[in-house]
Every structure is written in C-alpha cells, then in structure tokens.
Nanobody, 123 residues
Framework: QVQLVESGGGLVQAGGSLRVSCAAS????????MGWFRQAPGKEREFVAT????????SYAASVKGRFTISRDNAKNTLFLQMNSLKPEDTAVYYCAARRFGWSTYVHDYSYWGQGTQVTVSS
C-alpha cells in the first residue's frame, strides 16, 4: 500500500500561482503512476493531471492544460502540481491518487487517495 498526504493549498487571487504537494509513504513510490483530481462543492470529482511512474509521460485536462504542470521527485517520494494563472473556477479540494500499471484519467482507476487540500481562488 501507499499512504498519501497533500499539502500546500490555500487562498490565492485570480491570476496568481500555487503549488500543491503530495507526500507518499509505504511501498516504492516510483512503482506508482500518480494523478491529481479536484472536487468543487456540489460537483463530481474530476481529473486534472496524471504522470507515469518515472515521470516520462503526462496528461492534462483541457481546462488546465498550459496553466498547470504535474511533476514528481521519486527520490523524495513527492508529487507536485504547479498551478499558474489561476481562475475562480479552479476553486476545489485537490486530491492526489496512486495506481499501478500506468497512468489514467479516470477516477475509478485509482486505488489510493489522499485526504485532499483546499484551493480557493478569489476574483
């Protein structure tokens, strides 16, 4: 198993930047593909970005492509999401998730989840 803990959320003005992190413990972090998802009040959890086990491959939701960057540091067992040009519609709880055997954009493909970190973008 792998345990995931997100951090770095907060309140930021529209147009600003924020980086959220996800610290992993347990089995070898580099054997897991990772993803970021988000959930706004009253909405379903949605895909944001995903990265392969060694970081060679990434994929993004159309709504964040060009503004967000997913990365990982396998030596430090940490996943990152750099968010730039933030918009009020990016306001949500952001979750990191882990799965074996390749990245996925689907919520239900992920076996392990963190508790989430709140990101609020004011207009």
């Amino acid at each position: 198993q792998v345990q995931l803990v997100e951090s770095g959320g907060g309140l930021v003005q529209a147009g600003g930047s924020l980086r959220v992190s996800c610290a992993a413990s347990g089995r070898t972090f580099s054997s897991y593909a990772m993803g970021w998802f988000r959930q706004a009040p009253g909405k379903e959890r949605e895909f944001v970005a995903t990265i392969s086990e060694r970081g060679a491959s990434t994929s993004y939701a159309a709504s964040v492509k060009g503004r967000f960057t997913i990365s990982r540091d396998n030596a430090k067992n940490t996943l990152f999401l750099q968010m730039n040009s933030l918009k009020p519609e990016d306001t949500a709880v952001y979750y990191c998730a882990a799965r074996r055997f390749g990245w996925s954009t689907y919520v239900h493909d992920y076996s392990y989840w963190g508790q989430g970190t709140q990101v609020t973008v004011s207009s």
